[in-house]
C-alpha cells in the first residue's frame, strides 16, 4: 500500500511537471540566473571553416539580473581595452574603442551583427536572462538529451527584429538549464547552434563553464570557456556608465 | 576464451558508442559538488583592469600613386600605449611615432618625427571624474564628420584616425548611468588664447543627446567666437520593427571682434547620418555633411587650409557612405565613397581587410578619385610655391598592415 501511495505520489508530481506551460519554464529558466551580480572571466576561441583559430579572454560584470552587462576585450592586444556596456537587457548598447577613445550607442538594428568575427551576435549576449519578456514558448516533447531529462520548447521572438525566426531548447528539467538550443534564420533554415557543458554548481547556482556556437551554415564555430566566475559581488551601478566603458 | 570474447564485447559495445560520443568536450555537468565563488582565489586589484598595461601597434601603408612618374610612398606609424590604473586613478600615455618615405614624405617637414599623444591622470568618483593633461576630446558620434568637435577631426583616408590630442582639464560631473555633465579647459599659451566650454549629455527616449557652448579664445589672430555645439543618436522605431540607427550633429561658430564693433558673420557645420545592419555581416552607413565655410566653387576652395590641417574638407555639402560586409569570420570587404556634392567630384575606396593571425591584420585597398578638371577630386593640382605643382588627389592603391604586441 505504502509503495502505491509512493508510485501514485510520483504519477501525480510527473503530471504536475508535465503540465508546465512553456511560459513558466521560461521564467523557471530565467529565475536561475536571477543573481543580485556576477563578475566572470572567460576565453572565447573562433574557428573558421578552414580550421583557423582566433582566441579572446574577456571579463564580464553583470548586476540586476543582467539587466546591466559590461564586457571588455583583454587579448589580443589588437582589441584589448574595447568594451561594450548593455543596458536593459541588451535594449541599449554602447560601444568604445581605445584607438579613437569614442563611445557611440548601437543602433538597435545592429543587435544581430557578430560580435569580434564569432558566432555570437549582441542579441544572443543579451537575452539569456530575459526569456519570458522575449519570446512565446510552446513545449513540443519531453525527451533525454544528453543524459538528462529535458522540456523541449519552441521559441518564437515576440520582436520581429529579432535576426531568428525561430529557436528549439532543450531545458534540462533539474537545473533549469538550457543544454541545447537550435538558431532558425529568417527564411526559416537551422543556422547555428549552441551547446552547454560543464555545468558547475556556484553558490548554489548553475553555471555553465563551458558553451559552443556552431555555424551550421558555414561550419564556423566558437567556443566559450569560462576561467573564473563569481556571484553576489554587490557591483554598483556606477560600474555600469558609459564612463566607466574608458577605464 | 572468456576474456577474449568479453574484449570483443566491449569493443562492439563501445566502440559505435565512442565514434558518436563528442570527445573533445566535457561532461554536461561537472563532476563533484561544484564549488563556491568564495573559494576561488581572485586578485581585486586586477578585477577591474587595474595594474598596468602596455599595448603598442604598428601600422604600416606601404602606397602606389598614379601620379605621372608612377610613385610611390610609404605612411607607417608605431602607437605605444601605456595606461595604469590603481584604485580611483588612471594614468595614459601615447606616444605616436610616424615615418614617410617616397611620395608621402613631401607631405611632412621631416621624414621621421615623434608625439606624445597622450599623457594625462585621472581621478574618478562614482559622480565625478577630472582628467588633466594631453587627452583626446572626443564628443561626436558622427562616423566620418564631426562638426560639434572642436577639438579633433578625422582623417579623410581613415575616419578611425584622428589629429592630435589637446593640453586639458576635463571635468566630468555623472548624473546617472549615462547623463553627466562636462566642464573643457583649453587653455592657449596665454589663458584668453584657450577655449573653454561646458557640455550636458543625457539620454532621453532612447536617444543620446549633448548640447554644448565653448568660448574660443584666438578663433583667429584677430577675432574670438562663441561655439554652439549639438549632437543626438539614436534610431527609428515603429512598432516593434527596429529600423536604422540615426544621428546629427551640428556647430554654430558665432565671431566677434573683442577690440571692434567689426560685424562678423557666423558660420555653421551640420551633418546627419544612418546606418542599418541588413543581416549579421551586412551593414551600410550614410552620412551628410553641410559646412557653410566650405567654398561653393572650384575657386573659392581653401587648398592651402586643407594642407596645412584648418580644414578637413573643401566644398560645402558631402555625401558619404560606407558598405561593409564579412565574407568570412577573417574577411571584411568594404567600400566608402563621398560626392562633393557642389562639383560633383567623387572620392571613392574599396577594401579588402584580412585578419592573419590574433593580432595582425592586412589590408589590401585603393582610392580613385574621380571629377572633372576643376572640382576637389578631379585633376586639380596644389601648389607648393616655387614652381612645383603636384597632383591634389592622385588615384591610389595600397598594402597597409597593422600589428599588435
Redesign the interface.
Known sequence: MRYLTLILALLLLTAAAAELTGKEILEKIDAVFTVDSM?SGSTQT?T??EG?T??FTM?S?ARDSNRQQLT?Y?????V??TAFLM?DYGN?I?TY??????T???????????VM??NL?YEDMASEADYAENYSAEVLRQEEY???DCYVLKLIP????S?YSKMILWVDEE?WVT?RCDYYDKGGELLKRM?????????GTP?P??Y?MEGLQ?G?MTEVTMT?????MNL????????NLS? | MKRIFSLVLVCLVFLPAGLFADDD??????EG??????E?E?DLLT???EGL?F???LDIWARYYNTDDNEFGNYNEGRF?VTS?SGNT?LELLGIINAYGGYDAQFSPDEFDWRLDRANVSW?T??L?LRLGRQ?L?F??GYMFNPSDLFVQPSMLDP???DPSSDALLT?F?LG??S?VNLIAVPGREIADGSYGLRLYT?LA?F?LAGSYYHRGAYTSELDAHFIGFSA???I?V????????WCEGGLDLPYDPDGDDEVDSTWRASAGM???F???F?ATVEYYHDEAGGEEFVDYDWMGLMGGERFVLGRDYLFANLEM?L???ITLSAMSMVNLNDGSLMTGPMLRF?L?????ASLGGFLFLGDEETEFGHGEIDLGGGVNIPAFPHMAYLRV????
Open positions: 563578475w573562433i573558421t571553416p583557423e582566433r582566441s571579463e560584470m571588455r583583454l587579448t589580443p592586444q589588437s584589448a581595452g543596458l541599449d554602447w574603442f581605445p584607438d579613437t577613445d569614442r557611440r550607442q548601437l543602433a538597435a538594428n545592429a543587435r544581430n551583427r557578430s568575427g564569432s551576435s544528453a543524459e538528462a515576440l520582436k520581429s527584429s535576426s537545473s543544454l551547446r552547454i557543458r560543464d555545468i558547475r554548481y556556484i553558490d553555471t563553464f563551458y559552443e558555414d564556423s573564473k566566475v563569481r556571484y553576489d554598483p551601478e556606477s560600474l555600469f556608465t558609459t564612463a577605464r | 568536450l566535457p561532461p554536461i555537468f561537472a559538488e561544484g564549488g563556491s565563488s568564495t576561488e581572485f578585477l577591474f583592469g598595461t599595448v603598442g601597434k600605449l590604473r588612471k574618478f562614482d559622480w571624474e583626446r572626443a561626436g558620434s578611425t584616425q584622428d566630468t555623472f548611468q549615462i553627466g539620454n532612447g543620446d543618436t539614436g534610431e522605431v512598432g516593434d520593427w527596429d529600423g536604422p540607427g540615426i546606418n542599418y545592419t543581416t549579421e555581416n551593414a564579412d568570412s569570420a577573417l585578419n593571425s590574433d593580432n595582425v591584420e597593422q600589428a599588435a604586441f
